[in-house]
């Protein structure tokens, strides 16, 4: 079983419309939780961090249940330069373990 | 540009070659990591160091590839006789101590002909 796991999509999305995935971590001693964004062939760089509070960044919303290991990402009011991949991070100490990844499209 | 940068970012290799990647952190970051990626998968942990010392090494890290940080700054990643399935990103990241954020360079993608 891998330790992250993520819905791949593809969620092909109108502008302006709001799309929400998530993902599932199988280690419970996880540290800290993150989405980081990949656009085509290009490195991973951080969207944000994720807490159990839950967190806005923008149109942007992170959230975490420890209990149930799950983390989402809602984005609200789709823009065409949210067409990325979105991976899902686990942190355990200093080692990272990343999804698949979720493909987002973004139409006009 | 002070983040972290990585070359080359391209190569291209035959069969049984050998190849070295550069990368070089941010520089008030003391810990550096290595990942690889494939097509349609997350990047995945291979090795990492703290300072010079390589505290480390995933399993998919076979005898053919060997990480060094001499001084404790930048790092290069050789791969001996390479094959096919080597062909991947590269990817190196850097954080400070403690920090669970890193920050990743641009990659190099290698090409196994």
Same mark, same amino acid.
């Given at each position: 079983?891998?330790?992250?796991?993520?819905?791949?999509?593809? *969620?092909?999305?109108?502008?302006?419309?709001?799309? =929400? *995935? #998530?993902?599932?971590?199988? #280690?419970?001693?996880?540290?800290? *939780?993150?989405?980081?964004?990949?656009?085509?062939?290009?490195?991973?760089?951080?969207?944000?961090?994720?807490?159990?509070?839950? #967190?806005?960044? &923008?149109? *942007?919303? =992170?959230?975490?249940?420890?209990?149930?290991?799950?983390?989402?990402?809602?984005?609200?009011?789709?823009?065409?330069?949210?067409?990325?991949?979105?991976?899902?991070?686990? #942190?355990?100490?200093?080692?990272?373990?990343? &999804?698949? &990844?979720?493909?987002?499209?973004?139409? =006009? | 540009?002070?983040?972290?940068?990585?070359?080359?970012? %391209?190569?291209?290799?035959?069969?049984?070659?050998?190849?070295?990647?550069?990368?070089?952190?941010?520089?008030? %970051?003391?810990?550096?990591?290595?990942?690889?990626?494939?097509?349609?998968?997350?990047?995945?942990?291979?090795?990492?160091?703290?300072?010079?010392?390589?505290?480390?090494?995933?399993?998919?890290?076979?005898?053919?590839?060997?990480?060094?940080?001499?001084?404790?700054?930048?790092?290069?990643?050789?791969?001996?006789?390479?094959?096919?399935?080597?062909?991947?990103?590269?990817?190196?990241?850097?954080?400070?101590?403690?920090?669970?954020?890193?920050?990743?360079?641009?990659?190099?993608?290698?090409?196994?002909?």
């Amino acid at each position: 079983r891998k330790e992250v796991e993520q819905d791949p999509g593809p *969620f092909n999305v109108p502008e302006g419309a709001t799309v =929400a *995935f #998530n993902c599932t971590y199988s #280690n419970s001693a996880s540290q800290s *939780f993150f989405w980081y964004r990949q656009d085509c062939r290009k490195e991973p760089k951080l969207l944000m961090s994720v807490y159990s509070s839950g #967190n806005e960044d &923008g149109r *942007f919303t =992170a959230q975490l249940n420890r209990a149930s290991q799950y983390i989402s990402l809602l984005i609200r009011d789709s823009k065409l330069s949210d067409s990325a991949t979105y991976l899902c991070v686990v #942190n355990n100490d200093y080692k990272l373990s990343f &999804g698949a &990844g979720t493909t987002v499209t973004v139409r =006009a | 540009d002070t983040g972290v940068s990585q070359n080359p970012r %391209h190569k291209i290799t035959k069969r049984g070659q050998n190849v070295t990647f550069r990368c070089d952190p941010i520089s008030e %970051h003391n810990r550096l990591y290595w990942y690889r990626q494939t097509l349609g998968q997350g990047p995945e942990f291979l090795t990492y160091f703290q300072n010079e010392a390589q505290l480390e090494k995933s399993r998919l890290l076979s005898d053919r590839f060997s990480a060094e940080r001499p001084k404790g700054s930048f790092s290069t990643l050789e791969i001996q006789r390479t094959e096919q399935g080597d062909s991947a990103m590269y990817l190196c990241a850097s954080s400070s101590s403690g920090g669970a954020v890193k920050y990743f360079g641009p990659g190099t993608r290698l090409t196994v002909l």
